[in-house]
């Protein structure tokens, strides 16, 4: 019943940034932990970032850590991903993932441990 959709994907040049956006359809409760991910042709789906609820802890994978950063809207219902150094090997399709929790502090890594999905956003970067 809570669908996602993904947005602000395009063509970057190698050193630019993007954000990206997540909206859910509803407004979500504090205990939500939200995630990105991302795949390229060909590859497998990897993790990129991930928040919890309340908003302090956040985790990023060794590939963007340092770049990246994951965030939260005060509503709660939006979830962005702004990517700072673009790299060609950023190019692939990112998703949004959400999931219920009872722990504010619980997200994870894991793409089979989120419940609900958007439907990707293209991220390409030009060298």
């Known amino acids: 019943q809570v669908q996602l959709v993904e947005s602000g994907g395009g063509l970057v040049q190698a050193g630019g940034s993007l954000r990206l956006s997540c909206a859910a359809s509803k407004r979500t409760s504090n205990n939500v932990a939200w995630a990105w991910f991302r795949q390229a042709p060909g590859k497998e789906r990897e993790f990129v970032a991930a928040i919890s609820w309340s908003g302090g802890a956040t985790n990023y994978a060794a590939s963007v850590s340092g770049r990246s950063t994951i965030s939260r809207d005060d509503g709660k219902k939006t979830v962005y991903l702004e990517m700072n150094n673009l790299k060609p090997e950023d190019t692939a399709v990112y998703y949004c993932?959400?999931?219920?929790?009872?722990?504010?502090?619980?997200?994870?890594?894991?793409?089979?441990?989120?419940?609900?999905w958007g439907q990707g956003t293209q991220v390409t970067v030009s060298s």
């Open positions: 993932a959400l999931k219920v929790v009872l722990n504010p502090q619980l997200s994870s890594n894991v793409a089979n441990w989120y419940a609900y």
